[in-house]
């Protein structure tokens, strides 16, 4: 099922506000740019329009499946990188694929883990974390791409995904080619989809058609198709030939120009998520520092730790009229996401996901990692440390984290 959601433009405000939070000097870092860019994930859905002329992509949706090994190799064979856009429960069931689909040269890319509505889920980041602790090592030169399942997408879910931290992901990418089945007065099909075509029992023959005529028509574009149908990789058998008969060529996703230049703006302000060292500007007597299985960049002093810092956070800040209003403010994005998957909140606080952290009127608090609550606990032993309660760790809070 396979609705197609228009993009709605709309401005998105942003919500994230730089709240009190007590004593600390916080850093908020120097941003290299005030304006606010697309990047990470972005409102707008990336299309494959700029290909060139006679270029297809395909990409596969949902699997793996029973057959997505020996789909992967048969594309091999024939010189191509296709993308798949793992779905993380179905890369549960067949974990051998992924290796297969990496060994062959193909993109592994993020579809969710439970395949939600993404602008009505409870809890988009989990969906897209899940997927990604499947997928992260198959994927090579920081090419994260994601696509919403049914292209259900908007500016908003782009900006929670933004704030937890995700933004090596760029997406959400949608398909040029593939997105509807249309039939012609004679009963053929001028278009096609495959979940649609086995749905109404067309038969491979005819489902292909109506993918050529469309790929004829629009001479490129991203394919889109699943490979979880085993009538889809016998589709794919006869579609390739066809495709290189008439002259097409075969790109992966990720050579999209769109899907180039996203990539390519999220990497001149990010790595891994999270704000690079150089960027990360820290009080005097904290060094930048990479901590943790995320490698998280933090603020480390001998006792105290302050951030994560993602660039979304930084640029919250700066449109919130500069450096003071970044001050008094410690933001734990990463940490966050760690103690929300806890389900816990100080006493009194509620997790707020928009800005990543617990919320309790107007102060915001962490939240921490467990290399923060090290330190916090070894500067407890010093009685005469005002570290924590400066920091907004209270012992109660310890000892719910503990
Ligand atoms: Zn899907």
Redesign the pocket.
Known sequence: M?PLKKFVPRKSSLVLSCLSVGLLVAACGKSSSTSSQVQDFSGPQLYGNGLADGTVALTF??GPGPRTAELSRYLKAQGIRATF?I?GSSAARYPDALEQLAADGHLLAN?SYT?PHMTSSADPVTEVRRTDDLIKKYVSDGHFLFRA??GDWNARVAQILNSAGLTKYVGSVFWDIGGDRVTRGDGSLSSAADWACWSYQDSVEQCLEGYMRETRELGKGIVLM?DIHSSTVDMVKLMVPQLKKEGFKFARADEAPSIVAALARRSDSSKDGMISLEQLSCPVGFVATRVGQDGAALCLSETEAQGPFTQAMQDACMEKGGGDACKNSRWSRGLAVWLHGKGRCPIGATFDADLAACVEGNNVFGPFSKEQVKHCKASLADTSSPVCESNRWGKGFLAQVN
């Open positions: 396979i949706d949902d856009f779905q579809h395949h399942p049914y699943h």
